[in-house]
């Protein structure tokens, strides 16, 4: 945008529905509030009959996809230590001592129309399998209704909800994090964000080994941060929570993937979960753990 003056500001344009937008200024302006330096300033906010447009701070730095394409790996390293600074500090500064329920088999239930639009094939009725009756995933997805109500966290936080490799950007030179599209925000179970930020990381369509293996490490790095951060806030559930976060992911990131191989790959991690999930009650189901390799391609 050039100025009158002769000043020169990079900004981001965004257009939409202005109600839409009026939600984002919201939540954007409460990260501000309380927790300054992560959301982008706003500049300005206009609306004119059924459009609405956004001037957004331009945030200098890489996302954290282009990090494990392109950085060398002390870069990334010295992201990854600073996003868990930043993590600990939101969730730290915004935790709310009150039971939390996140409803993960709900975001399924939500999402699965969109999953079936584009992958149709998943929505088979009854089959058998050499002899093995396969459950209709719908109905799959209805035996785990307990799952929810079993599963509760002991206190939230000021999650970003949706915290992709994209949605993340680190600054080198001022060594930061800073985060975008924060439009889903509210105080919510810090596994929701985990489990999309793990699920993001393995889904990315990259096969180059030691590409790989870097995004591999970031998995593990921030699994193990997460539990760590759990075990010392005396959360006892907090795996449990986190398998049904990523049979979310799982099977919801199916809608954004074309490639049919690779989304039959993600659903079927889903799938697995939500099967494991739908046989346990009481303890065995607060004490359950997904398989370590099950984040490992």
Same mark, same amino acid.
């Given at each position: 945008?050039?100025?009158?003056? %002769?000043?020169?500001?990079?900004?981001? @344009?965004?257009?939409?529905?202005?109600?839409?937008?009026?939600?984002?200024?919201?939540?954007?302006?409460?990260?501000?509030?309380?927790?300054?330096?992560?959301?982008? %300033?706003?500049? =300005?906010?206009?609306?004119?009959?059924?459009?609405?447009?956004?001037? #957004?701070?331009?945030?200098?730095?890489?996302?954290?996809?282009?990090? !494990? $394409?392109?950085?060398?790996?002390?870069?990334?390293?010295?992201?990854?230590?600073?996003?868990?600074?930043? $993590?600990?500090?939101?969730? &730290?500064? &915004?935790?709310?001592?009150?039971?939390?329920?996140?409803?993960?088999?709900?975001?399924?239930?939500?999402? $699965?129309?969109?999953?079936? +639009?584009?992958?149709?094939? @998943?929505?088979?009725?009854?089959?058998?399998?050499?002899?093995?009756?396969?459950?209709?995933?719908? +109905?799959?997805?209805?035996?785990?209704?307990?799952?929810?109500?079993?599963?509760?966290?002991?206190?939230?936080?000021?999650?970003?909800?949706?915290?992709?490799?994209?949605?993340?950007?680190?600054?080198?030179?001022?060594?930061?994090?800073?985060?975008?599209?924060?439009?889903?925000?509210?105080?919510?179970?810090?596994?929701?964000?985990?489990?999309? #930020?793990?699920?993001?990381?393995?889904?990315?369509?990259? #096969?180059?080994?030691?590409?790989?293996?870097?995004?591999?490490?970031?998995?593990?790095?921030?699994?193990? @941060?997460?539990?760590?951060?759990?075990? +010392? &806030? %005396?959360?006892?559930?907090? +795996?449990?929570? !986190?398998?049904?976060?990523?049979?979310? =992911?799982?099977?919801? =990131?199916?809608?954004?993937? !074309?490639?049919?191989? #690779?989304?039959?790959?993600?659903?079927?991690?889903?799938?697995?979960?939500?099967?494991?999930?739908? &046989? !346990?009650?009481?303890?065995? $189901?607060?004490?359950?753990?997904?398989?370590?390799?099950?984040?490992?391609?």
């Amino acid at each position: 945008v050039d100025r009158s003056s %002769g000043e020169e500001r990079m900004i981001v @344009f965004k257009e939409g529905p202005p109600e839409k937008l009026a939600e984002e200024r919201e939540c954007v302006q409460r990260w501000n509030r309380i927790l300054p330096g992560y959301a982008p %300033g706003i500049y =300005s906010f206009q609306q004119r009959g059924d459009s609405g447009a956004i001037l #957004f701070e331009y945030l200098p730095g890489r996302t954290f996809e282009q990090l !494990l $394409l392109q950085s060398q790996p002390p870069e990334l390293r010295a992201a990854l230590a600073r996003l868990k600074s930043a $993590l600990r500090e939101i969730w &730290t500064k &915004t935790r709310l001592d009150e039971p939390t329920h996140p409803d993960f088999i709900a975001q399924v239930r939500k999402r $699965l129309p969109a999953v079936y +639009e584009l992958h149709p094939e @998943f929505a088979r009725g009854a089959e058998s399998l050499g002899g093995v009756e396969v459950t209709p995933f719908d +109905e799959l997805v209805a035996r785990c209704g307990h799952v929810d109500e079993a599963l509760v966290a002991p206190f939230s936080v000021l999650g970003h909800g949706d915290l992709n490799v994209d949605n993340v950007i680190y600054d080198p030179e001022l060594d930061s994090i800073r985060l975008i599209d924060l439009h889903r925000s509210h105080q919510t179970d810090f596994v929701q964000d985990v489990s999309v #930020f793990l699920v993001s990381h393995f889904r990315l369509r990259v #096969f180059d080994r030691p590409v790989r293996a870097r995004i591999q490490d970031v998995i593990s790095r921030v699994h193990d @941060f997460a539990a760590e951060f759990a075990r +010392e &806030t %005396g959360d006892t559930t907090f +795996e449990a929570r !986190l398998a049904a976060g990523l049979a979310r =992911s799982f099977v919801t =990131s199916a809608r954004f993937v !074309l490639d049919e191989e #690779f989304a039959k790959g993600l659903f079927l991690r889903g799938r697995y979960l939500l099967e494991q999930l739908s &046989t !346990l009650r009481g303890e065995a $189901l607060l004490r359950y753990r997904a398989p370590e390799d099950l984040l490992v391609d």
